[in-house]
């Protein structure tokens, strides 16, 4: 990766980041349509349970940024099915995007830092997601209960791109 297309990508990292942090400290999250008359199907699967995210929370901030595993994978293709949309989420497994995310997360304000290591159970890097990036909540126990904690998820293809390519395609998305 050159130096002109980190100095794009990392501010833009960042901006999501703070975007989603601010999302997940204010338990905003929330996800589209029911899935076979059950609004609340996917919120029910291990994924948005703390239980689930107990091992990455023992892990720095910048060890929990990295390709999904397959329990995550098939919930963000479960997720796009019910919200229609086409893409079907892969992993990436380079670890040259986790360095960017990493000093882009070092760049936020160390409050927000010490929030995030609390709050942030992962960062997951795709393609196909269907979008730019989402942010999930993780529930204390079960959908019903509290909203504690979240995960995010970029779309690498699409984060990649110049900044006016990204504008341009965001528009017409």
Known sequence: MNRK??????PVVAV?????ALLIIARSTQLGQSLNDDPKALERLSVRQTEYWKSH??????GRIGAPPE???NY???DN?????????????????????????????TKIQRRLEKKLAAIFI???????????????????????????????????????????????T
């Open 5 to 10: 297309a980190l100095r794009v990508f990392v």
């Open 16 to 20: 999501i980041c703070l975007g989603a």
């Open 57 to 62: 929370f023992k892990k720095p901030l910048s």
């Open 71 to 73: 329990e995550v994978l």
């Open 76 to 78: 963000l293709r479960a």
């Open 81 to 109: 099915f019910r919200q229609g949309f086409s893409e079907v989420p892969t992993a990436v497994n380079d670890p040259s995007f986790a360095k960017p995310i990493a000093k882009a997360i070092r760049s936020l304000p």
């Open 126 to 172: 795709v393609e196909n997601l269907g979008g730019s990036a989402i942010a999930n909540s993780i529930y204390l126990d079960g959908p019903d209960s509290s909203e504690v904690a979240g995960f995010l998820v970029l779309d690498a293809k699409v984060l990649w791109r110049p900044a006016n390519a990204w504008a341009s395609w965001k528009d017409q």
